[in-house]
């Protein structure tokens, strides 16, 4: 009897266990929520008052670090009932441990490493270890809405426009950071050697991967103000692009220089082998993400073409939310980087499935990642700053810690200006000194710097480098987000520029007929200054994976060779040849001028003294180049294309007035 008994009694003692771990668990989500909702009341103030110098991310820290104060040092530390086992005869940790107690196995799990001076003075506070989460929360549910939404929302023209520049400072620009970074720190962990300031190992081989996962630029505070100040849409686009791309080659470079291992008995020397090794796994790594999100985008794109999903908008919204969010996971899976799937992922999405959805599903789909993206990323903000104190494994090195941000000022100029310099030699818009300037003093680290830091903190020098890292956001996001209004006063940028044009022409008169009319110059330019990378692919894209994979482009059957006739037939839609009709209908311009009148329909020109021929791109009355459906179909996908008057399928271009 008495045996059951105290099996009662343990039963019980475990039930109330249970219902306290789950009451605590509770808390602590709730005062996430309650930090985002004080966040957002917050924020629709500093609108209503149109307050600048703080962005939402630097408020979610602030309250952060509120929250992390109270829960450390205003709740009481519970007597925990821990003990210290030794295992000396292993010479390896364990992540799964089953102790067998009076015949009962109980399982515990691996939380990590302590040093030994602070086997003592464990935290027994439960609530701190609650709002504690496992890293992996970050990549796989908070960073994927994140970095899918800046795919999905990319504006395609001034992207585009600065397509050769973005893939530089993106691709070269973060290589140069981090190996600036990664040597100069080197230096410094030498000169906390020699003052006695490094109590444990700091390889190259860690400075190099500090290098990396802080290259990872995040002006999501300066983006935001740009885009409520509408400022030079190029600046716009630079930093945009850069940031975006920056974040995937920061992850995938922090991945060969963890896989950099040299052989011999120095692990931790250049070995050239290892070295081409490396460089191999990062290309092998971001161009298979690439592919599996690209193909994701693919699938999803034939799947709501060939389907009546569309009928059904509420099940065509789950399926486009659960495969995009499934790239992610496919590629960690898989052995890849689910930042760079996602994020060309939804790139792909935004080009090819989002023109088969529904109307409600566009609109659903873009709000629905829209709000994921807002709340993920003041989320993840509010946890540094709670992080801050409710992180049991801080290391602070004040040496370390200035040397970083002398490191990281170095690296962004060396990359800014040089790069700006050379880019400069085969741009027709230079890259002004004033951009680069703003692009200098934009480099802002944040989510994607933070996530990859709290990834990896198991050993002494992941632990610097992550108490360093946050530091680092803390200061980036607060002062130099904070400075933004008035540097681009003092840089003079110009701000009131709408995002979706170029600045309004001038007086000209006849300025669509004209060769010199500024609304030309602007269609030109674009066409000019599209990256060539872009325009090499683009004439395929129209002509043959559009019309596959949407709804849109010009039909199959007019495009693949005859012999393909019945692949041709399939593949294409009964819109595609709607669609065509309608434009072969609508395609009709009259270009009035005193002396003459030309009548362009389809593939013939009929000029007024009855002429006709046919083309594919004809000459008007000025001596200019009329453009060809690929060409027109560029515009069209880019923004650029002229104002017309519009009437019943019609295109009427007139002089207009002085």
């Keep these: 009897m008495g045996d059951r008994s105290s099996s009662a009694l343990e039963e019980i003692a475990t039930e109330k266990e249970a219902e306290e771990s789950h009451r605590q668990d509770s808390v602590s989500l709730l005062t996430f929520i309650l930090l985002l909702t004080l966040t957002i009341l917050t924020i629709w103030l500093f609108k209503h008052r149109r307050v600048r110098f703080l962005h939402e991310t630097g408020l979610a820290m602030i309250y952060g670090l509120i929250v992390g104060v109270i829960l450390r040092y205003g709740t009481p530390s519970v007597s925990g009932q821990d003990k210290a086992f030794s295992c000396s005869q292993q010479n390896r940790a364990f992540t799964t441990l089953l102790v067998n107690i009076s015949g009962k196995y109980f399982e515990y799990t691996l939380k990590g490493e302590i040093s030994p001076g602070k086997i003592h003075n464990v935290e027994q506070n439960d609530m701190l270890r609650k709002v504690t989460f496992d890293p992996e929360v970050f990549f796989n549910i908070l960073l994927p809405p994140i970095i899918f939404h800046a795919g999905y929302s990319l504006k395609k023209r001034h992207f585009f426009r600065n397509l050769g520049s973005i893939l530089a400072y993106a691709f070269l620009g973060t290589a140069v950071s981090c190996f600036i970074i990664g040597n100069l720190m080197y230096g410094v962990v030498k000169l906390m050697k020699l003052v006695g300031q490094l109590s444990d190992k700091f390889y190259y081989t860690d400075c190099l991967f500090f290098g990396a996962i802080i290259s990872a630029t995040d002006p999501v505070t300066v983006l935001a103000i740009f885009n409520e100040l509408h400022a030079d849409v190029d600046l716009y686009a630079l930093l945009f692009g850069e940031s975006v791309l920056n974040d995937a080659v920061a992850i995938v470079l922090s991945s060969s220089i963890v896989a950099y291992q040299p052989t011999g008995e120095n692990v931790h020397a250049f070995d050239a082998t290892a070295f081409l090794k490396s460089v191999g796994v990062f290309l092998g790594i971001f161009s298979g993400s690439f592919m599996m999100g690209a193909v994701t985008g693919v699938v999803t794109a034939l799947i709501s073409k060939f389907t009546k999903l569309h009928c059904f908008p509420l099940l065509e919204t789950a399926l486009f939310f659960l495969m995009s969010w499934s790239t992610f996971l496919l590629a960690e899976a898989c052995g890849f980087t689910g930042v760079v799937a996602v994020l060309f992922c939804g790139i792909t999405q935004a080009h090819y499935t989002y023109n088969n959805l529904s109307v409600e599903s566009r609109s659903r789909t873009k709000q629905l990642f829209e709000v994921l993206h807002f709340l993920a990323e003041n989320f993840i903000f509010s946890y540094m700053g709670l992080a801050l104190f409710t992180f049991q494994k801080h290391i602070f090195s004040p040496i370390f ?187 009709s311009d009259f270009i009035l001028n005193d002396s003459d009148l030309t009548l362009t329909y389809g593939d013939t020109t009929i000029t007024a003294n009855g002429s006709s021929g046919s083309h594919t791109a004809t000459t008007s009355l000025d001596g200019r180049k009329t453009k060809s459906n690929s060409e027109e179909a560029l515009e069209r996908d880019l923004g650029t294309e002229a104002p017309e008057v519009m009437s019943r399928g019609t295109r009427l271009v007139f002089p207009l007035d002085a």
């Excluded at 607060?478 to 009131?496: A, E, F, K, Y």
């Excluded at 030309?520 to 019309?547: C, G, M, V």
Aim: aromatic share 12%.
């Design 401 to 587: 810690i200035i040397g970083a941000f002398i490191a990281i000022f170095l690296g962004r100029a060396a990359h800014i200006y040089p790069l700006s310099f050379f880019l400069n030699l085969g741009r027709r818009h230079k890259i002004s000194w004033n951009f680069q300037h703003m692009m200098m003093f934009s480099g802002l680290r944040g989510a994607m710097a933070f996530a990859l830091a709290i990834r990896d903190t198991a050993t002494y020098s992941h632990q610097m480098m992550f108490t360093t890292t946050l530091l680092i956001v803390f200061f980036t996001v607060w002062v130099i987000g904070g400075g933004t209004t008035p540097m681009l006063s003092w840089l003079n940028i110009r701000v009131g520029v709408d995002p979706d044009q170029d600045p309004p022409p001038s007086n000209d008169s006849f300025q669509v007929l004209q060769g010199d009319g500024p609304d030309l110059d602007r269609r030109n330019r674009t066409k000019q200054e599209s990256a060539w990378i872009f325009r090499l692919w683009y004439s395929f894209d129209h002509n043959y994976l559009k019309p596959i994979l949407t709804h849109s482009g010009p039909p199959l059957t007019t495009t693949l060779p005859s012999w393909c006739g019945l692949i041709a037939r399939c593949l294409t839609s009964p819109q595609v040849y709607e669609n065509h009709e309608r434009l072969r209908d609508e395609d």
